[in-house]
């Protein structure tokens, strides 16, 4: 999202969807994940729209859409490639928008290759070190730095080549760009070099839209359908709803969640939708949009404020290690660029002032150097490698359960079982806490518990429910929520823990002249404590992430904020939550008592507008699009945009503005340019520089996959993370020998009855009464292939685990017709572990740790396996079983390594 459109968030929110005339939900089970915001999907159901959902399982989603497709899983980005085939071949797409408010126009450089050239790979792929060097994605004429995503790639090369001339960098930083940004999912921004040169036509051989259209040509309905495993009527019947319900008097929304972003090709899933709404017109607009669903209360929050460790709040990037960076320097990728990264600057003091108030100055940088550094990946999947490898001494798990929650659990438990601490914060003794005493391993006699030197902290935390504070909710939006209960016995909030934990260290180390003390002892550290147990007052937190001005009064916008040290702001997206000192996420004014668009009901960044890029609901002079899809639009009277809605756009800027040559920031955005975090004003097609995979997607099948792919001889995303283990081998795919071993695609997902990996649903009777055991879901023909017994048990194995599950045989499972074969896949549930009331093995134990190369993310929502009838061997038994599969399937290390597989099939 970020990449395409300027910002990591949803486009719209949920009430919106009620003006939807078409709703795709893709890579989500709405109905039984998101059941609250459904009811705005049936509201749009009622006023006559057209609900598709594409799943390979039949759900609760399902039952209640007018079309449902059984797809396989992983096969998505061949699915909606054939729909964006089918808008241009077709003409369907949505001239006026396209060329104005997208880069469709845009020329490509000449030594630009596409996968129709290189069978399967974009120019630029170094199979050595696995990485694109993406200097020949760029326009021609000019040299545009990431709008989001991985905003460090020249030097990502330069550090992978390890030492070897780097031509990438040093070319980009000739052209200019000094050095560019990382972020995962951040908003948008970037630098731009030179004018792109534009054809308005889209005739030109080398425009985004002539590249575009090659590169799709080869998603027919036929191919769609043999690799999809669907029908090509199903794929014709959604191509229709979506483009019938599309242009300018109808207006259709995507929905997807963590079906489509747990793949190792994930982020390009969303990109293949982003490219289909800005064809078909519907970003921007009512009833159009992207809604990512967002899965805990606040990871929307978590990502503005991350717990991520490659960006700072508001998706500033955080500095990478190189030589001699300084304040400047870092700031230097955005400075002079168009749009409102050009005001990086501001928004980058302001949180250093917030941190370091007093202590940060214009003569040390603003404490700039006090910030860590990043001197590699540090995901969570990094540190479980080097919790393993014994390089990590720590851990703390804050609301975390890895040992059932993450990609194979047998990592993750080794990993917290070489550590020489562990903080485990929970309401419940979650498996991550009892692994030494009673994991699997433990069974297995891998570990024993006085062999391991890991010392466990146990420390109760508060509910939601006992602590006042924020969740930022799946469309943006801060709400607030009061302490109801007093938290009893030794439970703290999490904020209560990390003050006093910060306070007694800062205690430890007053009177330090140790220079790595400073940036922990200039801390502003000062919360107004309340109560018995001493809670910092959680109002004062959002009044800093607020930030304040040079008179110590609240800010009201980000358009406050100030490079001179004279605001401090703790996250820019969020400021004007507090202004004037009042808490506007607490609102709760009734929706009976204002617009549909409630705009009085919590508060959304940034600056509370609820649909982002809205300046698009209007054409280029500013009038609604249509009567019936009327939101933003230029009052020529007022001179100024009015409607539904705050504007995403400057609101006195007129539809003719047009920036004069040497022009900066948002100055440089033209009155037509709705897309004001992207360097040209514009939705991206075509993303020339910040993905880690390609600038434009491409059908590859998962990591592991019984079918080979049918469109290139690329099988797998070749730029995909590998984490070669011992414990970490992968399953031969394709029609590599040994594939057929494992002949089911897996995918695993959740039930409405229980949360993630249990610690909220697991310990309570009620829940674990309705959902009692473990299971898979299986469809008669396959339990007939394999002698499974609905209620029966089945062992399932795959080169990681072995592990075991009652049968569910079902018809919602539908066999596929895939490449010429019949292909079964197997549903399980992922929310069990060995703790708590209701208790069964984990389906982690058999997922793969290989990981998109954008955001770390492991594929959860596709990979193999083998089942059969009976319950699995138990120790000492269950270890050869698996090798004995790895065997059979001649595993070795390098099995599913490699990243280019083309040049070998031809
Ligand atoms: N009751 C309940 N609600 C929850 C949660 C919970 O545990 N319980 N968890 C919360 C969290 S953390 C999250 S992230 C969200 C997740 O919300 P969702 O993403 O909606 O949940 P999942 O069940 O993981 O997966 C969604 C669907 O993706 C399908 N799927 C699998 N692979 C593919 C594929 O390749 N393509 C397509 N198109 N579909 C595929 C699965 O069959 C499943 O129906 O839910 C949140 N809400
Ligand atoms: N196979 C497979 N694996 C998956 C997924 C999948 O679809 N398939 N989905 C992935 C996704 S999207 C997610 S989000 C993860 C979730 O994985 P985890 O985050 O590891 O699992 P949770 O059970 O949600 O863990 C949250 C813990 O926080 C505790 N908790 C709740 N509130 C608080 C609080 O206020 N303070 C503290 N300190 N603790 C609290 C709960 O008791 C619970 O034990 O799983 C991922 N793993
Ligand atoms: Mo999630």
């Given at each position: 999202m970020g990449t395409s459109f300027g910002r990591g968030g949803a486009t719209t929110f949920q009430q919106d969807l009620q003006n939807s005339d078409c709703i795709v939900i893709q890579g989500s089970n709405m109905a039984e994940c998101h059941p609250v915001g459904f009811q705005w999907v049936m509201e749009a159901k009622q006023r006559g729209a057209t609900i598709i959902h594409v799943d390979p399982r039949f759900t609760r989603t399902s039952a209640v859409a007018d079309i449902h497709v059984p797809l396989r899983a992983g096969s998505d980005i061949a699915f909606l490639g054939g729909l964006i085939r089918y808008v241009l071949e077709n003409d369907k797409w949505f001239r006026e928008y396209v060329v104005a408010y997208t880069n469709a126009p845009m020329i490509l450089?000449?030594?630009?290759?596409?996968?129709?050239?290189?069978?399967?790979?974009?120019?630029?792929?170094?199979?050595?070190?696995?990485?694109?060097?993406?200097?020949?994605?760029?326009?021609?004429?000019?040299?545009?730095?990431?709008?989001?995503?991985?905003?460090?790639?020249?030097?990502?090369?330069?550090?992978?080549e390890k030492g070897s001339s780097s031509d990438s960098r040093s070319e980009h930083a000739r052209r200019g760009a000094a050095t560019a940004r990382v972020s995962t999912s951040g908003a948008g921004g970037g630098t731009f070099h030179g004018r792109p040169e534009r054809d308005d036509t889209l005739q030109h051989p080398r425009c985004v839209f002539q590249v575009l259209k090659r590169h799709f040509s080869r998603y027919t309905p036929e191919k769609v359908a043999e690799i999809c495993g669907v029908s090509e009527a199903q794929f014709l019947r959604v191509a229709e709803a979506l483009t019938a319900n599309s242009g300018r008097e109808r207006t259709s929304a995507f929905v997807y969640a963590v079906g489509w972003t747990h793949h190792t090709v994930g982020v390009q899933y969303i990109r293949t939708a982003a490219i289909l709404q800005l064809l078909l017109g519907n970003i921007g607009r009512p009833g159009g949009g992207i809604m990512a669903l967002r899965g805990h209360a606040s990871i929307q929050g978590s990502t503005d404020i991350p717990t991520l460790f490659n960006i700072l709040p508001g998706y500033l990037p955080m500095p990478h290690a190189h030589d001699h960076e300084d304040l400047a320097t870092y700031i230097s990728a955005d400075a002079g660029s168009k749009g409102y990264w050009g005001n990086m600057d501001a928004y980058a003091v302001s949180l250093l002032k917030a941190w370091w108030g007093d202590a940060a100055t214009a003569d040390n940088d603003y404490c700039f150097d006090y910030l860590p550094r990043l001197t590699d990946k540090h995901s969570n999947y990094d540190t479980v490698m080097k919790q393993l490898a014994g390089e990590s001494e720590g851990y703390f798990l804050i609301g975390e359960n890895p040992a059932v929650g993450t990609a194979n659990g047998k990592m993750n438990r080794l990993g917290l079982a070489n550590l020489k601490w562990l903080v485990v914060r929970d309401f419940q003794l979650i498996e991550s806490a009892t692994?030494?005493?009673?994991?699997?391993?433990?069974?297995?006699?891998?570990?024993?518990?006085?062999?391991?030197?890991?010392?466990?902290?146990?420390?109760?935390?508060?509910?939601?429910?006992?602590?006042?504070?924020?969740?930022?909710?799946?469309?943006?939006?801060?709400?607030?929520?009061?302490?109801?209960?007093e938290p009893t016995g030794d439970q703290r909030s999490d904020l209560w823990f990390y003050f006093h934990l910060g306070r007694i260290i800062r205690a430890k180390l007053a009177g330090s002249t140790a220079r790595a003390d400073r940036p922990i002892l200039d801390l502003t550290w000062d919360y107004p404590t309340k109560g018995e147990a001493g809670d910092p007052d959680a109002e004062a937190v959002l009044a800093e992430i607020n930030g304040f001005g040079p008179d110590g009064k609240p800010l009201s916008s980000y358009t406050e904020l100030k490079a001179d040290g004279s605001t401090r702001c703790g996250c820019w997206i969020y400021c004007g939550c507090f202004k004037d000192g009042v808490n506007e996420p607490a609102r709760r004014k009734p929706g009976s008592e204002q617009s549909w668009v409630a705009p009085e009901w919590g508060w959304a960044w940034p600056a509370n507008r609820r649909i982002l890029y809205n300046r698009a609901s209007a054409d280029p002079e500013g009038r609604p699009w249509s009567e019936r899809k009327a939101y933003l639009w230029w009052d020529p009277e007022q001179k100024k945009w009015t409607g539904h809605d705050v504007p995403d756009f400057q609101p006195d800027?007129?539809?003719?503005?047009?920036?004069?040559?040497?022009?900066?920031?948002?100055?440089?955005?033209?009155?037509?340019?709705?897309?004001?975090?992207?360097?040209?004003?514009?939705?991206?097609?075509y993303v020339p520089a910040g993905l880690a995979d390609g600038p434009l997607p491409a059908h590859y099948e998962p990591h592991e996959s019984p079918v080979p792919n049918q469109l290139y001889g690329q099988q797998?995303?070749?730029?995909?993370?590998?984490?070669?283990?011992?414990?970490?081998?992968?399953?031969?795919?394709?029609?590599?020998?040994?594939?057929?071993?494992?002949?089911?695609?897996f995918t695993t997902y959740r039930l409405t009855e229980h949360h993630t990996a249990g610690g909220m649903s697991r310990w309570l009777p009620y829940l674990s009464e309705l959902q009692p055991e473990f299971f898979c879901e299986v469809s008669p023909q396959l339990a007939a292939e394999r002698g499974l017994e609905h209620l029966g048990w089945a062992t399932i194995v795959n080169p990681r685990a072995v592990i075991e599950a009652r049968v569910l045989v079902t018809e919602r499972m539908r066999p596929l017709r895939v490449g010429g074969r019949t292909l079964h896949q197997i549903g399980l549930p992922y929310h069990w572990g060995g703790n708590g009331l209701s208790t069964g093995d984990s389906a982690n134990e058999l997922l793969a740790i290989a990981l998109d190369p954008n955001v770390h993310i492991q594929p959860t929502k596709a990979s193999v396996c083998d089942i059969r009838p009976g319950r699995r061997p138990r120790a000492p038994a269950a270890a050869p079983l698996v090798a004995d599969y790895q065997r059979r399937a001649g595993i070795t290390a390098e099995t599913g390594t490699e990243a280019v597989t083309g040049g070998k099939k031809k």
């Open positions: 450089r000449e030594d630009f290759r596409d996968t129709e050239d290189l069978d399967g790979l974009f120019s630029g792929f170094q199979e050595d070190t696995r990485h694109y060097d993406p200097s020949t994605w760029q326009y021609e004429g000019a040299d545009v730095a990431a709008a989001a995503g991985q905003r460090d790639q020249w030097s990502d090369m330069e550090s992978n692994f030494w005493k009673d994991g699997p391993e433990i069974e297995t006699g891998e570990l024993a518990p006085e062999e391991i030197g890991t010392e466990v902290f146990f420390l109760p935390a508060a509910a939601h429910t006992e602590k006042d504070g924020s969740f930022t909710n799946t469309q943006r939006m801060l709400q607030w929520h009061h302490k109801a209960v800027k007129s539809p003719d503005y047009r920036p004069p040559e040497d022009a900066e920031r948002e100055d440089a955005i033209a009155g037509t340019e709705p897309f004001i975090m992207q360097a040209d004003g514009r939705g991206w097609l797998q995303n070749p730029a995909r993370q590998v984490y070669p283990h011992r414990l970490n081998r992968y399953a031969p795919s394709g029609d590599d020998p040994g594939a057929e071993v494992f002949p089911y695609v």
